[in-house]
Structures are given as C-alpha cells and as structure tokens.
C-alpha cells in the first residue's frame, strides 16, 4: 500500500518536471550556471524534485521503520524520474520539436547528462533513486541538522542564482574585491566559495537553533518587546546600508517596495483592521500623485510652483478629503457588494482623469511633466538611492502612526467593527464615523505613497494608475498576513521585490511568482507573519475542527 503511494508521489512530481521541459522553462533555466562547471539551475530543479518526492514518499500518520523508509523514498525518486525517461526516449524515437519547440536536442543532452540515450536514461533513474534516497534520509533526520543542511543548499542556489547582484554589490577594490574574486569567477559561483558558503550557512543554522532552544519557552512581554526592537534596528540598519553598496538598480527595486509597503499599511488599515474591501484604492494613490505635480511641476498645466515638501501635506490632506468623499455613497455597503461598488468608484476617477474634460487641467493621456525632484538645502534627491531613503523615512513615521492607530481605542473599535457591524453597534461604536476614519486615514498614506511617486518618475500619467496596483496592494496584504504591519513588508518584498530581483528569466518569472504563491498560501494560509488576533482566531478553528472530527470517529469506532 504505501509503495503504490510512494510511486503515485514520485509520478506526480515526475510529471511536473516533463511539463517544466515542455513549456521550455527546464532548458532556460539549465543555461544559469549556479556553480561553475559544477551544476546549473535546471540540473538543480530535477534534484529538487527527487529530493521532495522522497521526502514525501510516506504519508503523514503512517508507521515505517527507517528502511522501509529509505526504500520508499528510493522508490519515489526513481519513478519521479520515470516520466523524464520516457520523455528522453521519446524524442529519441519521434521528432517532436516541430510540436513542442522546447524539446530540442539541447534537451536531450541535459537530461540524458551527454551519455547517450540508453546509459543516459539508466543515469537519469538511477540519480532519481539516489535524490529520494537522500529526501527520505533528510526526512529521517533531527530538525536541527536537516534545516541545517537545508539552509546550506538554500544559500549557494541563492548566491548562484543572484550572483551578477552580488558582484554589481562587491565592485569594489582591494579586499572587498578579493572577497569577490575568491567566491565568484566571471562565469558565476565557483566551487570554492560554493563549499564556504554552504558551511557558513549550515553553522549559521545551527547556531541560531541552538540559541533558540535555549530561549524560555514563554517571553514576557518586556522580553517580547525587546526582541521586537531589536529585529526593527536590525532591519532598519541593513536597510540603511544596503542600497548605498548595492547600486541605484536596488535602490530602485527596494523603492517601489517601499512605496507599495506604503499603500499595503493604508489599505490594512481598511480591509486588515475594520474588514471594508477596497478594490478603488489606486484613486487615492493617483490623488496624491497629481495633487503634487499640479503644485510642482514646470508645465502649463501647473495651478502653482512651490516645494515638494510644502506639496506633500497638502496631497496628504486632499487625499484624506477623497478618502471621505469615497467613502460616504458605500457606507451602506457590505461584503461582496462593497468590493464591487468600490471598484467602480475607483474607475470613476480613472475616467476623469482620462477625459477631455479634465484635460485642461489634469493633461489627459498625455499627462503632467516636468516634476522637479525635492531637496534638502543644496542637495537635490535626484537618484533612486536617495529617494529610498525618503522612502525608508515615510515608511518609518507611517508604520510607527499605523501601529498606534492598531492599538488605539479606535483601532479596537475597527477590528469589532470588522468581526461583526451588529454588534458593534450595539456596544456603542458609531459606524459611521469609524468607517470613514479608516477611509480617509487609509487614504493618507495612499496619498503620501503617490507624492513620492511623483517625484520619483518626474511624470505622471494616467496609465500609471491601474486597477492592478489596487489588486496588487490587497494580495500583498493577504500573502503577509491580514492585519499584521510586518506581514505587509514581507508581502511587498514577495509579492514586488522578487519578480524585479527575477526579472533575467523574463516571462517565466511570473511562472515562478505563481508557483511560490501558490505553494506558500497552502503552507502559510494565515500569511507570512499573520497578527496575533488572526493566529489566535486560526488555533480555535483547527481546534473546533479537532473536536468536530474526533467526535465523528467515535461511532464508528463503537461500531
């Protein structure tokens, strides 16, 4: 029984490798050296899957000693290879290329390992046994070693994969340059700093569970608030550092990560704390946007010319008047319907900016230029790192007012508001005025993210303002966790920073984007950092759902 279902794992994980080398994503990635002369990204890609249909060759709840374990998973790794094989003999037999134009000799090179087809399939079932015999022994393992031994391989696929960002970071003379010379070749990783770095990252790991497992098992709320502070100076320092090494493209990258941080607080306000979906949230990121380059800009169609820092309170406040105003004819509005009537709010400004009657003052399609960049003295912000830093700092005071919002009385009254409008009513919460505070205060740090980027693109147009930057703002939220402020900065940097970082692979990054997401909200379906109130409201779920099942089994085990 379980050898069947060992076999049933390895086909499916078998399957997704045949389709990773039909669609041509397995070649494309074979070109990417993670280290040279050594293993590339798609050699790297067939080990995983081996690996993981080893690793899960025994279902969860079933009893096997070690090996009949080991065995399973030898089992699960060579039939994970199975459907390689027979592509491999396929396109041996028969010419499929003209079908599947990914399926190229080239191909047939990389997976029979330039063996030849017989020895190079026998090669190709034989490293599959070998990949899910050390799937199941990492299975077998302590969890001390096997994240050991997982955040090794984890580090050198990383530092392969980036390695042109990170030698972009290491152009620097004398020992810094040393360092590079020492870990990277021209071509990529070498084999040397490959080892180094997966030893670092192995007693790294090993280290820091060590030092958890001495932590007390419960903090105290002091404890836990220091470990909070001491994690946001942390992160706040390496940020600080960062794009200054890393260069402007970085700094661009990890701007637009700031800006949508930005937005994601605003709307978590919205949707995270008082539960009212916003789907026309990019209106308030384009009111700020225009507000600021109708007070700025050197154009004609300019209503003044003044500082970015004087026009930045005044796109804050309008923002929060729009915030409001939006926010009145759907006060009635729940649920699915509230989604809906704000979608068509949000398009309603779309429209107007884009119409002739507001071309006059708003520029049509062809928009606002001219956007002079702000400065502090005599120093101008002109480039992408300078402007981070601007970002960094307004994502700071944002996140510190969010999270005095969050802990307010107002924010309590939000998070009632969102459990259940009937009830909040009936302990006295005025609904009225708490939705449009989480409107307009929502708004806020829209308005504030599209002051910035204004300036930051020197122009504006109404093609920037899409339904999909609202779409993106609320699956960042979701991906990091509903309510949570740091779920929101990991949602960014997930959902913004890595399809920028993995923008070499070209059109396949979304192919991967999707994969992860997909993987990451079955494993983390509460997010990445879920709040403390969504994790507290899960633990009762699954323990209700506990109860519900174990009560289900016990007529049949009376029967």
């Not at 990890?254 to 009212?276: D, F, Q, R, S």
């Amino acid at each position: 029984m379980m050898l069947r279902i060992a076999i049933q794992r390895g086909l499916l994980f078998g399957a997704g490798g045949v389709h990773l080398a039909v669609v041509g994503v397995l070649l494309m990635l074979h070109q990417r050296a993670i280290v040279v002369d050594t293993i590339s990204l798609g050699q790297a890609v067939l080990i995983v899957l081996t690996v993981g249909a080893g690793a899960m060759a025994v279902p969860a709840g079933r009893h096997a000693d070690a090996p009949q374990r080991l065995l399973l998973g030898m089992a699960a790794g060579a039939a994970a290879a199975l459907p390689l094989a027979a592509l491999v003999l396929a396109m041996d037999l028969v010419r499929l290329q003209p079908i599947f134009i990914a399926l190229s000799h080239d191909l047939l090179v990389m997976l029979t390992l330039g063996l030849g087809v017989g020895p190079g399939v026998c090669a190709l079932v034989g490293a599959g046994a070998l990949g899910g015999l050390a799937g199941s022994a990492l299975r077998l393992c302590p969890a001390m070693p096997r994240r050991a031994v997982i955040a090794g391989a984890s580090a050198v696929i990383f530092a392969g994969v980036f390695q042109e960002l990170i030698q972009l970071m290491l152009q620097y003379e004398g020992t810094v340059g040393d360092i590079r010379d020492f870990f990277y070749t021209w071509e990529g990783l070498s084999q040397q700093g490959a080892v180094v770095i997966f030893i670092a990252a192995l007693v790294a790991s090993t280290a820091w569970s060590v030092a958890r497992g001495r932590r007390p098992a419960v903090l105290t709320e002091q404890q836990r608030r220091r470990q909070s502070l001491t994690w946001a100076a942390g992160i706040l320092l390496v940020l600080a550092i960062l794009p200054a090494l890393a260069g402007s493209y970085i700094g661009q990258v990890l701007m637009m990560v700031g800006l949508y941080i930005l937005m994601g607080m605003g709307l978590n306000l919205e949707v995270g704390l008082a539960g009212l979906l916003d789907l026309g949230f990019v209106a308030f990121f384009a009111v700020g946007a225009y507000t600021t380059a109708l007070l700025t800009a050197d154009s004609p169609h300019a209503l003044m010319h003044i500082s970015f820092w004087a026009a930045m309170p005044v796109a804050v406040v309008l923002s929060v008047m729009m915030g409001v105003i939006f926010g009145i004819p759907v006060l009635g509005v729940r649920g699915d319907y509230l989604a809906v009537a704000t979608l068509g709010l949000g398009e309603i400004v779309r429209v107007i900016v884009m119409s002739d009657f507001a071309s006059p003052l708003l520029g049509g399609a062809q928009g606002i230029l001219q956007i002079p960049k702000p400065s502090i003295g005599g120093f101008v912000l002109g480039g992408p790192v300078a402007l981070f830093y601007l970002t960094l700092v307004a994502s700071a005071i944002a996140a510190f007012i969010a999270w005095r919002l969050e802990n307010s009385r107002l924010g309590r009254a939000w998070m009632a508001l969102r459990d259940d409008e009937d009830v909040a009513q009936a302990l006295g919460i005025n609904l009225i005025r708490s939705k449009l505070l989480a409107y307009g205060l929502g708004a806020a740090f829209a308005g504030l993210a599209g002051s910035i980027f204004a300036v930051m693109l020197s122009s504006v147009y109404p093609s920037s303002f899409q339904l999909l930057i609202s779409v993106n703002v609320l699956a960042l939220i979701i991906v990091g966790g509903m309510g949570s402020l740091p779920g929101v900065a990991l949602g960014s940097v997930a959902l913004i920073g890595l399809p920028e970082l993995l923008r070499e692979f070209g059109e396949y990054r979304y192919l991967f984007y999707g994969a992860v997401l997909i993987v990451m909200m079955r494993l983390r379906p509460a997010g990445l950092w879920p709040s403390e109130t969504r994790r507290r409201e899960l633990s009762a779920t699954n323990d209700v759902l506990a109860v519900d099942a174990g009560a289900d089994l016990l007529p049949a085990q009376r029967s």
